[in-house]
Structures are given as C-alpha cells and as structure tokens.
C-alpha cells in the first residue's frame, strides 16, 4: 500500500509538472534552466538586493535558481531570512508564481552563515569511518540552512580523492569507493530524511559528476585519463550510490576526461547517468563552465555553441552566472530549431518535478525555529564528536600521549592559533581565509590546549599563517619546557587557489622543525590541512605525530582532548599517507605496484591510526568454503580491546580476487564496522558481503563476477573461499 501511495504521488505530480510545462512560453522554459549569482541581483552599501535587478532576474529572465552568498562572506540568519523573503515575494508575483531554488556550498555545515555548526570537511568525516556521524551532519546541515530559508546544498562531494596534489582532495571521502559510497550516501539520508520538503531537510546535490578529482598534473580543473574501465571502476560507483540514497541533482565535472569536457560528455551525462544509473533529478553546470567549452577548451567556435552542445549532452541547468547570456544564446539555439523544443521539455520538467519534491510549491513554508534549531548546544555535542573521531593518531612511541595535564608545554607553528586552519575552504568565506571572520568564542589548539592545562602553555607564533615565527625565540621558549607541541600544515584554500607545484611542506616550517627538533625536547607533531604534505623527517623525529587534517570549528578542543587523555583517538586514515612527493601508490594497488623493486611503501597506509588502547582481531572465518554464484558470503571476527581503558575501533574487511582475467587489486575495501569496547570486553562481528562486492569491471567492461578463489582479509588473518559456477 504504502509503494502504491508513493506510485500515485509521483504520478500527480507528474500530471502537475506537464500542466504547468503546457501553460509556459519558451523564455519562461528556459529561465528555469538558467542559475545567477547572488551578485547579479545585489544591492550596493546596506541594501542586500537592488530590487529593480532582482524584478529583471525573476520577472524578466524567469531564473529558476540563485546560488552563492553576498560579498563573498557569511550571513546572519536573519539576512538570509530577508533575503530569501525577498526573492520569494517576487516569485510570487510572476506569471506562474514558479518558486526560485536557491543552492549554497553548506559543505561542513552552513558554511556561508554566521555562528553555524561547522563540521570537519569530508576527509576528516572519512577518517571516522562512521556513517552514524556523516547522518547526523546531513541532519544538522541542512536544519541549519533551513533555518534561513535556504535549501538546496551543493554536497557531498563524491569524487573520490586518489591524487593527493589536488587541492580538493579535502572535499572528498578519501581513496576507497566503497568508504566514500557509504559515507556520502549516509549524508543524504541525514540530510533528506524520507521526505525532502520536510520543513528540516533539503536537497543534496552530487559534485562533480564524473573523473573530477586525478587530473594528471594534480592542478584543480586540468585533464584526467581515465579509462571506461576505470571510470566504471572507481569513479561511477560513489555516484551511482548517492543517486540510490535519493540524491536528485548532480553538478558536472569543471574539467575533462580523455579529451572530453564535462559538461560536453554525452556518454556521461546521458547515456550513463540517465540509462544505465537511471538518474532521475536535474544536472547544473559548474561555475561558468559551458562558457569555458568556448573560451577555455576550444571545444565550441563560439559561446553559441558551447550552450548547444552543453544542453544536448545533457545538462539541464547552467550556473552561467554573471549574465543572462546562456538564456538569450538557447532562446535563439530553440527559435532556429538547433535545440529541440523537446529537450528544453526534458530538462524543465526534471527542474520542476525536483521543485515540487522539495516543496517549494506548497503555500507557505513555516520556516524553524532558530533558537531551537540553529547551532544548539546537541549539535556543537556532535561536531565535537565527529572532531575527535575525525583526527589520526599516527605515531606515539613509549606512549609520549596522553600528555599530563601538568606538564609544561611550548605551543608553536602556523597551525597552531588559527581557526581557519582547522576549517579549510568553504567557511564563513569562499576560501575559508579570513581570519577576522571567524567566531570568537571557539578556541584553537593553542587556546584548547591552554584551557586544559594545569600548567603553563607558551605559545610562540604570529596571527596570521604567514607570519615569520621567530625561530629563535621559539627555541629559547623550549629550554623550560617538558614537551613542545609543534603544529604545521597548510593555510587554507578552496579550487585553483589551492594549486602547489609539490607535497612538500613550505622551508620555513622545515626550518623551525629542525630548530625545535635541536633542542631535544619531545615533540608532538600534528598536522592540519586539506592534503597530505611531506613530513616524513619531521614524523621520523618527532615523538607523537597526529594528523588533524580539516577536523572543523571543534577540531581546537578535539585535538587538545586527545593530547590530554580526555578523548582515546580512533581515527583511521581514508587514505594512504605518501612518504615523498612522487611516490604515491594507493591502498588498493595492483600487484604489478608491489613486485619487483616497486611497493607499496607510504609514511602511513590507508587505515592506519592508533589508539591509547590496543585492539586484537581473531577467528576469523565464512560460513562456507565453498559458495555457488550469487550466494552471499557471511564471515564472522572477533574484536578485543586487550588494552586497559576503553576505545572505539573500526575493523576493515578486504576482499581479494586471487586470479581474474584483468588484473586485480591487492586488496579492496568491502565493508567496516566501529565498536566501541572497555578493557578486555571482545565483541564478535558479522559481515555479509554480497555477489557485487565479488565483481569487478570484465574484459568487456561489463560488471563480472569470476568463479577462482578469494582471500579476505582482516587484520593479520586471513582465510579463502572458492565460487563455483
Ligand atoms: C565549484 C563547485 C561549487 C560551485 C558553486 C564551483 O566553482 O567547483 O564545487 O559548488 O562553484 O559555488
């Protein structure tokens, strides 16, 4: 009953949607397609929104969708409230009272508005290998952009991150599809819950559909070659997961895949995502990018055809958007009969139906509590948790941490008084930079380490990440010390700003490094920043390393947690950690990667992280030795914390093919699960791993699944398994 219910739904609102498409005239059809940015409707000093600018975006041009902040800076609650107020009312007066879907980069959090919770960015949530925490931010997230009015969110990022000189790596959920599948899709369900036009949930927008995230050279928006093979492999099943958790739109690939623009790849946006994923929402371009088919790839001969070819390789909305130049380009393209009347049909009606799912028709929308539902003291309580989950103890001989709370510590380095550090790009700001806006009352590592302290805490260091911190002094400060906490990293940045030519860390930070390291106190290492830059010296020296990555506006306190005892970290790193620039292998290597002089050899592998427990996993074993095609495969492990206080731990179970007719990975992530346990308490786990988790991408390119034998491995053991035909 309930399935015929949804079934009769979904049929009225397609009646609906082809009754209103029926009664549009062809510019109205094509405004919807169309997306500005804030700035085109904006006011100048006070003034949030030049009316009359607006009246021309709504009433004129008809946009469908407004994106982006105002001034590049985070809003109050109560401006966002006006503003989508103001954009509301006029919609309401337009012909067809069509609503305006305003989207936003809420990517940790409401990242564009003032006080918000604001989460560790994605490969910290990986690092939790804890999809119950990636639901909660979903949940939290889009309440808290629903609180403004706002609605629709630019994330999860499914790209997965396997080119570490990327400076978006940060936005991804690591190197593992089926890591960054569960965890992305647990945002959506979080963030949609069942009914998207609930008023505490959103829309979810998968980025960037599909090869983003290896350009060759490891600059942002540069070529990636990726096969079919690999394509089906490793980049379509993320996307293919989060269009199953409900997701209904998708953002394009800014860049090109094997010669191929994003946003001109038929096979992709068309044949794959709409026949074979069965992708059903509505695909928006990237920032400006079906002009770029013309200025930047030399793909089009003019920004006529750059919209042509765009729209009919199937992107339904463009961001274009400064301008209204793609709605005057696709109204002459139709008009000329060069764009088919029925594809500008397909595409509004996909934006309509998705307007509709999201409620944005419905008479009014109550809008939540701020004070019941913005940045509570539940939500900071979670933040915190996803923080300390969220950050890798990587090295910590003879038990250098937990720290004593007594103990006399020299705090120093770039990262260790900001809070931008901690949050990256994408907060309060598009780069996430500007330190002025950040909030006051959250604390950094050196305040967070301070506020534990029962002793003296010094810190040496300037207030900005570029700043020249005094060697000097810094190296004179450590004579008193017990113990120097040494925090490096990278300032933050978001895009092509982030582009460096190496992994390696700046000379200045080696420089202090060697200083601090001179003196021969003890150092804690830890690091903060979106990639994993070199340290593999400074690790080898120092006594504790803790890698923070982006761990969010609680990271200060999570962090200080850890070093203090107060939290057991729990970490696990979603990627491989490499030991020199040009040596990046992956977890999940083939064997040809490990033979011979070649191997897998990182400062830290894919999974790695400590505890101040120890954990031991045994008995591993399957129900069966021998399974037919298509039986599900049970296995069962024990987990014992054989240390002596309690602890979280995640148990990762890798398949291996041992002989298929393309080569096939080491070894592949299938499943995980996180236990928490006290001291000699042993849990024992089951898994099912299905027919899929077996298969692979065949000769031809077909998803296979070969009969032969598999090892699966957990921990040090593992066991082997035959599928017959
Ligand atoms: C980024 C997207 C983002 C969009 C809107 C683009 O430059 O690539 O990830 O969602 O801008 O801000």
Redesign the pocket.
């Known amino acids: 009953m309930v399935g015929c219910s949804v079934r009769n739904q979904e049929a009225s609102r397609q009646a609906n949607v082809q009754d209103l498409l029926a009664s549009m005239t062809l510019e109205e059809k094509i405004g919807q397609m169309t997306q500005i940015d804030f700035s085109v409707i904006a006011g100048q000093g006070d003034k949030l929104i030049d009316q009359a600018k607006l009246l021309d975006a709504i009433l004129t041009h008809h946009v469908g969708s407004i ?2 902040t105002p001034n590049n800076k985070a809003q109050s609650v109560e401006d966002w409230r006006k503003i989508i107020h103001t954009i509301n009312t006029v919609s309401e007066k337009s012909r067809l009272k069509i609503p305006v879907l305003y ?3 809420a ?1 940790h959090g409401a990242s564009y508005t003032k006080n918000a919770t604001l989460f560790p960015q994605a490969i910290n949530m990986a690092a939790t290998f804890n999809p119950e925490l990636s639901v909660k931010e979903g949940e939290i997230t889009a309440q808290e952009i629903r609180v403004s009015g706002l609605q629709w969110n ?2 999860p ?1 499914m790209d997965i991150g396997r080119q570490p000189l990327w400076p ?1 790596l940060w ?1 991804t959920y690591g190197e593992d599809v089926h890591l960054a599948s569960v965890l992305g899709s647990a945002y959506i369900k979080g963030y949609q819950g069942d009914d998207i036009s609930a008023p505490n949930k959103g829309l979810t ?1 998968l ?2 559909y599909v090869g983003y995230s290896v350009p060759n050279n490891g600059k942002d928006r540069t070529p990636a070659w990726i096969s079919e093979r690999m394509l089906r492999e490793y980049f379509l099943p993320s996307f293919e997961a989060g269009i199953k958790a409900g997701s209904p739109t998708v ?1 394009v690939n ?1 860049g090109e895949v094997d010669g191929i623009p994003g946003h001109a790849n038929y096979h992709y946006l068309t044949t794959i995502l709409r026949g074979e994923l069965g992708f059903k929402g509505f695909a928006v371009s ?3 990018d079906i002009k770029r088919l013309y200025v930047r790839d030399k793909l089009a001969s003019s920004p006529k055809e750059a919209v042509k070819i765009a729209v009919m390789a199937g992107v339904d909305m463009s ?1 274009v ?1 400064f301008d209204y130049s793609f709605y005057d380009l696709l109204i002459e393209l139709v008009k000329k009969g060069e764009v088919p009347m029925a594809r500008i049909d397909e595409a509004v009606s996909r934006i309509l139906t998705v307007k509709d799912q999201a409620g944005l028709f419905k008479a009014s929308s109550l809008l939540l509590s701020a004070e019941l539902s913005f940045a509570t003291q539940e939500s900071t309580d979670t933040n915190l948790q996803a923080a300390r989950e969220s950050i890798v103890l990587a090295k910590n001989d003879q038990h250098m941490l937990p720290l004593k709370k007594d103990a006399k510590v020299l705090v120093t380095g770039p990262t260790a008084n900001l809070l931008s550090v901690l949050n990256g790009g994408w907060t309060l700001s ?1 780069q996430g930079d500007n330190d002025s806006l950040q909030p006051k009352d959250k604390l950094t590592v050196y305040g967070a380490l301070q506020k534990k302290s029962t002793s003296k805490v010094t810190y040496v260091g300037g207030t900005h990440f570029n700043d020249k911190i005094d060697i000097r002094k810094a190296v004179e400060a450590a004579k008193d010390q017990d113990v120097i906490v040494l925090c490096l990293g990278e300032k933050p940045y978001t ?1 092509t700003m982030g582009n460096i030519p190496s992994l390696n860390i700046d000379q200045s930070q080696v420089e202090l490094a060697n200083a601090l390291f001179a003196t021969g106190k003890p150092v804690v290492l830890v690091t903060l920043g979106g990639r994993p830059r070199i340290i593999t010296e400074q690790a080898d020296k120092a006594s504790a390393v803790l890698l923070g990555f982006l761990p969010g506006m609680e990271g200060g306190v999570a962090i200080a947690d850890i070093i203090y005892g107060d939290y057991n970290p729990n970490g696990k790193l979603p990627i491989s950690y490499p030991r020199n620039t040009n040596d990046i292998v992956l977890y999940d290597h083939k064997p040809i990667e490990n033979f011979d002089t070649n191997s897998y050899n990182p400062l830290y592998p894919f999974g790695h992280g400590l505890s101040y427990s120890q954990f031991e996993t045994s008995g591993l074993k399957t129900d069966k030795q021998q399974y037919k095609m298509g039986e599900a495969i049970n296995l069962s492990v024990k987990v014992a914390n054989t240390g002596s206080i309690k602890g979280k731990e995640t148990v990762l179970v890798y398949i291996n093919d041992m002989a298929a007719t393309v080569t096939r990975p080491n070894r592949q992530l299938k499943a995980f699960k996180k236990v928490e346990l006290s001291p000699k308490q042993i849990e024992n786990l089951s898994f099912t791993l299905v027919p899929d988790d077996l298969s692979f991408i065949g000769v031809d390119l077909e998803r296979v699944v070969e009969p032969g034998d598999f090892k699966i491995m957990v921990g040090s053991e593992t066991v082997q398994f035959t599928v017959t035909e």
């Open positions: 994106l982006n989207g936003i980069d990517i630019f994330s990022v978006r936005e927008c980025k960037h953002m800014s990237d920032w400006e961001m958007p598009w895009e």
